[in-house]
């Protein structure tokens, strides 16, 4: 031994013993050390963002991460109606302390600074930000054409709707990137909220996240539109006035109200001016709502397509429910039951005096002929 010529002539014995026994403590604590630190490192962990403290507390982190799977299920559809606000609150909380800031430092702000577009977080495949989004219109069939879209092995959705370019656009790109489903190379991710298209200020904020976004928009009569609009609307509260009265400014003229929003969503070339000063209207598709009834396959060859994918939905996984008179899916995605929409959707609507569906015929004309002409399909409204 090395150390034994070198210190036992010059060291008495004990101390010669004290520094080796020392030494031999000092090799494995460093040994020790440098396995915990692999250990961890190749452990999923909670990372902790800006406020750099690490989680210790690991029935907090345990917490946390059930409430991740919950909101999964919620985020994946299988919790259906509006989000309350508590559920936008709890999720930001969520995705602040916990799986965001991986390059801890910004503290994520949007516009003018590209975050990586990716997000690897333990196990199978990385959430993205969305590069199709089917931004409208309310009552236009977007639900049945996501729920339809994602039977696509590429395509991956958020089943609620995150409303992040309308009301929840403070949260962030990393909030709403924590809304995303995990997906694997190849697949496209998707997400819908039909308020987009009328909202003046999500253009220029899609834009700002990602100027090849893929936008889809659902269109249909404005005139049935705005009817099926009103029938939700008072399905939810009874005493609401009449579709007449509130069509009109003045019955006796004919003029119509169109700060009404039911009236308003469908003059559809207006809303779309906005959105072509940031995107060419190759960007965008305009799915017949009525056609997605009618021949849900053939629309969806449409959207396939253009979101360039493999044709694979096709008239097989469609059968036509007659008392519904709604296409469902065989097998919709996740589930091996066949599923139509809930009772909710494809509701009778009320009796509306054939004067006033005449009247609101004749307003929309001219902004349907406008908006055939923009997109250069002829949606037949008004043959
Ligand atoms: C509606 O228009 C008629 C004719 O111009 C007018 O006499 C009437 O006062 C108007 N009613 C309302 C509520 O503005
Ligand atoms: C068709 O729709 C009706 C009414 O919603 C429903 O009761 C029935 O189970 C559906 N049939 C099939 C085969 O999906």
């Known amino acids: 031994m090395a150390l034994s010529t070198v210190f036992s002539d010059a060291l ?22 440098y396995y915990l630190s692999d250990v961890c490192h190749t452990m999923p962990r909670p990372v902790r963002g800006s406020e750099g403290y690490l989680a210790a507390d690991f029935d907090e982190w345990q917490s946390l991460h059930r409430k991740t799977l919950l909101h999964k299920l919620q985020v994946r559809g299988y919790w259906k109606g509006d989000m309350p606000e508590k559920y936008f609150r709890d999720l930001r909380l969520q995705f602040q302390s916990f799986n965001l800031n991986r390059q ?14 990716t997000l690897s977080f333990s196990g199978d495949g990385v959430r993205k930000l969305p590069q199709a989004i089917i931004i409208g219109v309310k009552k236009g069939g ?25 009301r929840h656009y403070d949260e962030g790109l990393r909030w709403y990137r924590g809304l995303m ?30 100027k090849d976004a893929k936008l889809i928009v659902v269109v249909r009569d404005p005139v049935t539109r705005a009817i099926s609009d009103y029938t939700q609307t008072l399905s939810k509260k009874p005493d609401i006035p009449s579709f007449e009265s509130l069509a009109f400014k003045n019955r006796t003229t004919g003029l119509i109200d169109t700060s009404w929003s039911a009236i308003q ?26 056609r997605l009834i009618s021949d849900p396959a053939g629309e969806l060859g449409k959207v396939q397509d253009f979101l360039g994918l493999k044709r694979i939905i096709t008239d097989k996984h469609f059968y036509f429910n007659k008392t519904k008179g709604f296409p469902c899916l065989k097998k919709p995605e996740g589930s091996s039951k066949p599923h139509c929409l809930g009772k909710t959707k494809g509701r009778t609507h009320p009796n509306i005096d054939p004067e006033v569906v005449q009247r609101l015929r004749d307003f929309y004309r001219p902004f349907n002929m406008k908006f055939y002409q923009m997109t250069g399909q002829n949606f037949g409204w008004d043959n």
């Open 12 to 33: 008495p014995t004990k101390v010669y013993r004290k520094i080796v026994v020392m030494f031999c403590v000092l090799l494995m604590s460093l040994y020790f050390l």
């Open 104 to 117: 801890t430092g910004d503290g994520g702000s949007v516009v003018g600074n590209p975050l990586p577009s």
């Open 142 to 166: 977007t639900r049945a054409l996501l729920e339809f879209v994602r039977v696509h092995p590429d395509v991956r959705a958020v089943g609620a709707e995150p409303h992040f370019f309308d």
């Open 181 to 210: 489903p995990k997906t694997l190379d190849g697949q496209i991710t998707m997400e819908k909220t039909p308020s987009y298209f009328v909202t003046k200020e999500a253009a220029a904020r899609i834009y700002a996240m990602s």
């Open 265 to 290: 969503i469908g003059i559809y070339a207006k809303h779309l001016e906005n959105w072509l000063l940031y995107f060419p209207m190759g960007q965008i598709l305009f799915v017949s709502g009525e």
